[in-house]
């Protein structure tokens, strides 16, 4: 089993809609939870973090952190054709510096 | 504010020489972290230093890799007699002084791009 799972995608919504991305993760110890956005060719961006449970917003983005079900979420409101992109879901344990990433979800807003 | 800078960003090497990416860390940052992303893959962890420290290494192959981030200048990452597999884009990684153990947001550099002929 992979520490950290994503739906590969693509995923396609139309403009405006409700993008809801979804990453699922091996390690009760997992604390911190990270969603970036990498654009073809380009570097992670981080856009949102959590580290309670429950949603966090921040714009039309909201993350929601389940620690029980192992699971975190994000979702984009009022999908852009701009949000297109890979979104990497991503966590840290325990202490350790690293990141571990899941392969990623990729994004298609169609105008 | 200068966000996390690498360079070169492409660096094309011949199978048997080295490569060397650098890396300068946003400013107040003292953690630098590689990853590597091989094609169709996803980012994988290399190393995690502080200042003259290496912290973790878990995820740097145990031959040809090093790194490095000296009390002045950049953070290196060294690949010694570079072979086809190691062509990858290279990613730098910073983070603030330790502030509740895992709370600690990395913000990436543009990367490094190396093909290897």
């Known amino acids: 089993q992979k520490e950290v799972e994503q739906n590969s995608g693509p995923l396609s919504v139309p403009e405006g809609a409700i993008a809801s991305l979804n990453c699922t993760y091996s390690d009760r110890g997992s604390q911190s939870f990270f969603w970036y956005r990498q654009y073809s060719g380009k570097s992670p961006e981080l856009i949102m973090f959590?580290?309670?449970?429950g949603d966090k917003e921040d714009g039309r983005f909201t993350a929601q952190l389940n620690k029980a079900s192992q699971y975190v979420s994000l979702l984009i409101r009022d999908s852009q054709p701009s949000d297109s992109a890979t979104y990497l879901c991503a966590l840290k344990t325990s202490n350790t510096g690293k990141l571990i990433f899941g392969q990623g979800t990729t994004l298609q807003v169609k105008p | 504010n200068a966000g996390v800078m690498q360079n070169p960003r492409h660096l094309v090497r011949r199978r048997g020489q080295e490569a060397r990416l650098r890396c300068s860390p946003m400013k107040g940052h003292s953690h630098v972290y590689w990853y590597r992303q091989l094609p169709e893959e996803g980012l994988k962890f290399m190393v995690y230093?502080?200042?003259?420290?290496?912290?973790?290494e878990s995820g740097m192959p145990k031959e040809r890799f090093s790194a490095e981030f000296p009390k002045e200048g950049p953070s290196i990452l060294r690949i010694q007699q570079v072979v086809r597999g190691d062509s990858a884009a290279y990613f730098c990684a910073s983070s603030p002084l330790t502030r509740g153990g895992h709370r600690n947001e990395q913000f990436f550099g543009p990367g490094t791009r190396l093909t290897v002929l």
């Open positions: 959590i580290y309670s449970n």
């Open positions: 230093l502080q200042k003259e420290n290496i912290i973790d």
